[in-house]
DNA sequence: CTGTTAGCGCCTTCAA
DNA sequence: TTGAAGGCGCTAACAG
């Protein structure tokens, strides 16, 4: 008994028996293959758009042994950084005929784990991955590069030696975020942090103290606060800022939503804003521009960018333009942009 | 000459080789077949751990002819609308088994055909879509019809009779809106809806004036005005809604970004918000929790949920609980949200 | 309980 | 210029 799998798809063994001509012929007449006779190919494509045939992809990547498909795995769509770092992942596969197949880990190693191991047995040709925040064992991309499957992380990537990986440095956007902040003549800088395994803080606070060197002011520790990113965290950091006896002119805060919640803070003390106190952040977030109080100056980490960097790695890789364990670590620099101030 | 195409993964074949024992049997230990004897399973299993032995799903896709993949198609990810609703669609789909393909239009309808034409490529099992601003041909999706892959719209359905489809009705909302005004006695309620074409800015005047009506007042439609959700288009709505002989003292807007942009037209003006004018608004975005002065109320679409019903009826649909042409629309209530008023 | 075999759709070598 | 045949990895029908 013959099992009828393809709901009525017209098959290249169809066109051939239709013109009573073998298989191999309309293969080769579909592909353009020069030894076929004009005559023959013009009447294989003829009954091809007749009958509306389309090759089964899903044959030829069986077969070819690749699906261009690349997975994405992220912590969180709905967070805007992500979803413009997909956008830009999205495009830059889509121009050069990739498909995108999707996963969130909701910074659930398990979870995680599992997505990884789907999209393998997908076959998916490679991976752009933004590990979640307590991932701390890696195993499952140890997987990966066993089943020879690059991937490319992005952003938020794992401390491992040998990996290829596409981050913006914070350092530097820091460093001008400080100097931003020096030149309009504030000393008590204090700065909000991540937590301290991050990174991403680690970056920011070594930004922090190389601007405080560069004027050659000295460094006052107490003035960094590690806070965990929760409205509570903003609040006791905002509230041991404002404390010191050194008066705190101006926050540095981990990103945007954190600079949201210090400015709550602040106006509830009866602070006013970029006269008391300013704040600079970290722009994870477009909306900045509708709070009533944006941040004076923003660290822009370009999402979209690294999205597509991270895409033209990966590609570079598939197209063997590069060997699999000629490891690339592109950093892209961060940069300030400076708001409107007449608000 | 054999090629070697699957990069040295084994396959049941080396299992059946090692264990001399038939390829079936391997297949059917794999797959805890109960005809298997105890033993040959254990032992198949083990030299399946000992080798690393996963199947390939590509060759099972080719010959099942299912992917259990399903295509999303959206306008563009980095709208917060639809970041959430494709967290939706991927947590359920995850959830079920299936995986995510993922493309953006960029309201772009030839981008639209191409992504749509790459998905039934890709022999994906069904797709979710939400579809362009200005899309008006709608052949693509009678394409995927003929080929049997059934499609789910979402939120931004076509103008179609016989389709699947989730939906947002943004009139039950409305009602509650305009109610939510009227009780706390406005008269004069503007509205800055959207271009008249969109089916959300039908429901939106349908629920306003429905509102009125049920409250027995007079319908004025100089108080509804059409705009093109531009900053400039807000501001000129405003200016004419404020110019009105009848004095406005509250507005709904189209959405959160419209409502913010009035609210920094009003305070130009000098109008002291929630007291002189009151704003109520759609939710399209988290965010407005942060703004200085959010609408006094947000009329909540959904978006996780759509994308989850969407998902629901599309995997409903490939299970064969329903017959492919038994059309279903679910639409869902959209609902206002009252924000605190002590900000 | 296990083995043999055909076939999914396509491409590609080899032979004509 | 064309045809025949094998094989990619796996499943399932059929036959022991």
Redesign the interface.
Known sequence: MKKV?????PTIKEIAKRLNISVSTVSRALHDHHSIGLRTKARVKALAAEL?Y??????I?????K?F?IG?LLP?????FF??A??GI??TA?SNNY??????SHDDEAREKQ?IQ??????VDGCIVSIGKNTSNYEHFEMLR???IPVVFFDRIPDLPDIHAVSCNLESGTIQAVDFLLKKGHRAIGMINGPETMVASKERAAGYIKALQQHRLKYDPNLIVNADLTVEGTNNAMEYLLALKRKVTAIVTFND?VA?DAVQYALKKQLIINKDITFVSYAN?P?SG????PPAASVEQFP?EQGQAATNMLLSLLRGEHALNEYQNKVMASQLVIHEENR
């Open positions: 799998v393809s709901s009525g798809q509306n389309e090759r089964n992809q899903t044959a990547y069986f077969q070819q042994g699906t498909t994405i969180e769509l709905s967070e805007a979803a413009s997909i956008s999205e495009d889509y498909t995108v197949l999707l996963g969130q997505i789907s999209m393998k047995q997908h076959r066993q089943a020879r939503y949201m977030t909306v509708y709070t009533a109080f979209y």
